[in-house]
C-alpha cells in the first residue's frame, strides 16, 4: 500500500485521472485526497459514474484554476443505443419506451447527427445537476417532481459517427464529439432518437480531452496509487491557456493586485480565455483576463 504524502509535503498541481466506470468524480476526489494527503482537492468538469475517461482534479493551489478549465472544450466517444428510451438517458436507467430501430439508413442517421451539430439548443436531462429553485434536478426527478428545465445554448462542434452496428431492433452508433462546456452527450443520444422517432440513449461514454488536457496526460487510479505526482501549477496553466511571459517589475505588481497593460495575442480567439502569467523564473503568477485595455488578475498565485 501506498503511504499519503505529509500534509507539508503536499503539492500544488493537477492530477489528470482517468476515471473507471462506476465511481463517481467525488469518489475520485476522495481517493486523490487521501493519496495526497489534503483535503485541498476538486475537480473540474463531473463525469457520470457510467462514463470513463479524462477527469481533471486539482491540488491545493491548482483547484483556483477549476472553475476557468470547467469551461473549455471537451471530446468524446460515445455509443448511442437506438430504439430504446431510457429515464436518465443512459444505459443506467430504466426504459421508458421502445421503437424499432431496424429501418433507420446511414443517409438518415447522418441528417439527423448534422441537425444537431453546430450551435443548438439543448434540453438537459431532468436527472441531472442542473439546479431548479435552489434544488437539483436530480432529487426532484426522483422524488417524482419533474423539474421544468429550460432549454441551454451549447456548441456541438464535431459529432462524426464512426461504426453502426445493428440487432435486431436496435441500432448502437459509435460516434465522436466534440463539444462546448455544458454540453450533456445523454441528451444528444435522447435527441437524436427523438429525431429519428426511436428513441435513444447513452450506452458508453470514455471523455478522451478536457482543454488541453487529453488521455495521453492521464493516469489510472492504480498507477497514482503506486506513485502519485502531480502536474506542477506552471506546466498544467500552460497546456490550458495562452502564456504572457512578464519582466520581473510585472511579476512583482501583478502579484500585488495590479493591473498591467494589455497585449495583442498571437493565437485568434485568445482574447475570450483567461492568459497565464508568468515571471522570468518561468513560475506561474496569475491568470488574466484583459478588457479596455488592461489586463487584470482574475486569480494571483504568487506572493510576489
Do not use: W
Not at 96 to 119: C, F, I, Q, R
Not at 223 to 228: K, M
Request: with cysteine; net charge positive; proline share 6%.
Amino acid at each position: 500500500m501506498t503511504r499519503p504524502l505529509p500534509e507539508a509535503e503536499s503539492k500544488h498541481g493537477l492530477v489528470i485521472v482517468d476515471k473507471p466506470g462506476g465511481m463517481t468524480s467525488h469518489d475520485v476526489v476522495a481517493r486523490i485526497r487521501r493519496l495526497a494527503g489534503t483535503r485541498r482537492v476538486g475537480h473540474a468538469g463531473t463525469l457520470d459514474p457510467m462514463a470513463t475517461g479524462v477527469l481533471v482534479v486539482g491540488v491545493e493551489k491548482a483547484t483556483r484554476l477549476l472553475g476557468y478549465l470547467t469551461l473549455t472544450e471537451k471530446r468524446y466517444d460515445a455509443t448511442i443505443r437506438l430504439g430504446q428510451s431510457t429515464a436518465t438517458d443512459d444505459a443506467e436507467g430504466e426504459i421508458t419506451g421502445t421503437a424499432p430501430a431496424a429501418g433507420v439508413s446511414a443517409e438518415t442517421l447522418a441528417t439527423a447527427v448534422n441537425a444537431l451539430t453546430g450551435e443548438i439548443s439543448q434540453i438537459p436531462p431532468a436527472v441531472s445537476a442542473i439546479k431548479v429553485d435552489g434544488r437539483r434536478a436530480y432529487r426532484l426527478t426522483r422524488a417524482g417532481q419533474a423539474p421544468e428545465l429550460k432549454p441551454r445554448p451549447v456548441t456541438v462542434h464535431e459529432f462524426t459517427v464512426t461504426a453502426i452496428r445493428r440487432s435486431g431492433d436496435l441500432l448502437d452508433v459509435d460516434a465522436t464529439v466534440r463539444c462546448s462546456s455544458g454540453t450533456y452527450i445523454r441528451a444528444l443520444a435522447r435527441d437524436l432518437g427523438a429525431a429519428l422517432g426511436t428513441g435513444g440513449h447513452l450506452v458508453r461514454l470514455r471523455r478522451t480531452r478536457v482543454g488541453g488536457y487529453g488521455l495521453d496526460h492521464a493516469r489510472t487510479l492504480e498507477q497514482l496509487a503506486e506513485r502519485f505526482e502531480v502536474m506542477p501549477l506552471a506546466e498544467a496553466a500552460a497546456a490550458a491557456f495562452p502564456r504572457r511571459d512578464l519582466s520581473a517589475d510585472e511579476a512583482r505588481r501583478l502579484a500585488h493586485g495590479a493591473r498591467l497593460p494589455a497585449v495583442a495575442l498571437e493565437a485568434p480567439g485568445t482574447r475570450e480565455r483567461p492568459t497565464a502569467a508568468y515571471a522570468p523564473d518561468g513560475s506561474l503568477v496569475a491568470l488574466l483576463t484583459e478588457q479596455a485595455g488592461q489586463a487584470r488578475p482574475l486569480v494571483v498565485f504568487t506572493a510576489g
